[in-house]
Nanobody
Framework: QVQLVESGGGLVQAGGSLSLSCAAS????????MGWYRQAPGKQRELVAT???????NYADSVKGRFTISRDNAKNTVYLQMNSLKPEDTAIYYC?????????????WGQGTQVTVSS
């Protein structure tokens, strides 16, 4: 069983910054990719940023230049630094993990953390 524990988030004024972290724990698994998705009220869940094991990253156009994803492989933890936040960034942010656990590849989701940006 692989579990994800998220932390961070909260309320911030527009232009401010917040950071999120997500730690994966379990036995006998290998991380393929970790990332963040978000879901705003009435909208579908969307990709925010991902980081695969070789360190390469991918961002949604809406957050490029403002958000930074990073990973600590030794701690199985992914971080999301969010700067210059906008009201439209308000959403529940979910950590996503793609991992190998013999003989399959699976996906796990965090419990979600609320990010609210006031104007």
């Amino acid at each position: 069983q692989v579990q994800l524990v998220e932390s961070g988030g909260g309320l911030v004024q527009a232009g401010g910054s917040l950071s999120l972290s997500c730690a994966a724990s379990g036995r006998d698994f290998s991380i393929r990719a970790m990332g963040w998705y978000r879901q705003a009220p009435g909208k579908q869940r969307e990709l925010v940023a991902t980081c695969i094991r070789d360190g390469s990253t991918n961002y949604a156009d809406s957050v490029k230049g403002r958000f930074t994803i990073s990973r600590d492989n030794a701690k199985n933890t992914v971080y999301l630094q969010m700067n210059s936040l906008k009201p439209e960034d308000t959403a529940i942010y979910y950590c996503n993990l793609e991992f190998s656990i013999f003989p399959t590849v699976r996906t796990a989701w965090g419990q979600g953390t609320q990010v609210t940006v006031s104007s």
